[in-house]
């Protein structure tokens, strides 16, 4: 079966710090894509970052990256320098059956304390 | 305006009752999916189209059917709605593989 596992329900992070959501898939196909997605109070989903598998540089947006390990099948999102902005359930998702599904993780709702 | 527009916002309805939840999208994307989201379970597939005459069943099909009007429209029902079925729901249009899926607002349905 093909699966993505959040396994961090809740994180906590202090303003100005860094925090690593993580994330691990599991698929049989060579050819994939990697996403994380954040959902804020208000519902609406917002692409944080994505990562093709074929690329071995690890992907960044800003204060967002992550760490891609294609033999270990994880993919983990750091977000540094944390803002109140920040808090939301983020959600890591794999497109898989030759492109055509995003399947996602269960999500991990993010606290940023002040 | 979004560019993919779900209708309604919220919703509450009675066990027993039909149900349908409009989506319309302005991006031109010829696939639409229509996905639930439940506490601890992330997203997951109901249905999805890539084009008005294909349709295809996703994990969790059971219990809903889909109509693709058009190129922009992919409506979802619940033809005898059960309190399972609350969930948030949200439709996405993608413009082919491997490309970003855009999402909708979300719809928040309780049956009681």
């Known amino acids: 079966a093909q699966t993505v596992t959040q396994s961090q329900p809740e994180m906590s992070v202090q303003e100005a710090e860094t925090v690593t959501l993580s994330c691990t898939y599991d698929?049989?196909?060579?050819?994939?894509?990697l996403f994380w997605y954040k959902q804020p109070p208000s519902r609406q989903m917002i692409l944080v970052i994505r990562q093709e598998a074929y690329k071995q540089q690890n992907a960044t947006e800003n204060r967002f990256s992550v760490n891609f390990q294609k033999a270990a099948k994880s993919f983990s999102l750091k977000i540094s320098d944390s803002q109140l902005g920040d808090a939301a359930m983020y959600f890591c998702a794999c497109m898989m059956e030759y492109g055509n599904k995003l399947v996602f993780g269960a999500g991990t709702i993010l606290r940023v304390k002040s | 305006d979004a560019d993919v527009t779900q209708t309604p916002r919220n919703r509450i309805t009675k066990t027993g009752k039909r149900i349908m939840l409009e989506c319309s999208q302005t991006?031109?994307?010829?696939?639409m999916y229509w996905y639930r989201q439940d506490p601890g379970l992330g997203l997951r597939l109901i249905y999805y189209?890539?084009?008005?005459?294909?349709?295809n069943k996703g994990e969790i099909s059971d219990g809903y059917s889909v109509s693709r009007q058009a190129q922009a429209k992919f409506s979802l029902s619940l033809e005898s709605a059960i309190p399972n079925q609350t969930a948030l729901y949200f439709c996405a249009t993608q413009l082919g593989q491997y490309t970003e899926a855009f999402f909708g607002q979300g719809t928040r349905l309780t049956v009681v």
């Open positions: 991006k031109g994307h010829d696939r």
């Open positions: 189209s890539f084009d008005v005459k294909d349709i």
């Open positions: 698929t049989s196909e060579s050819d994939y894509y």
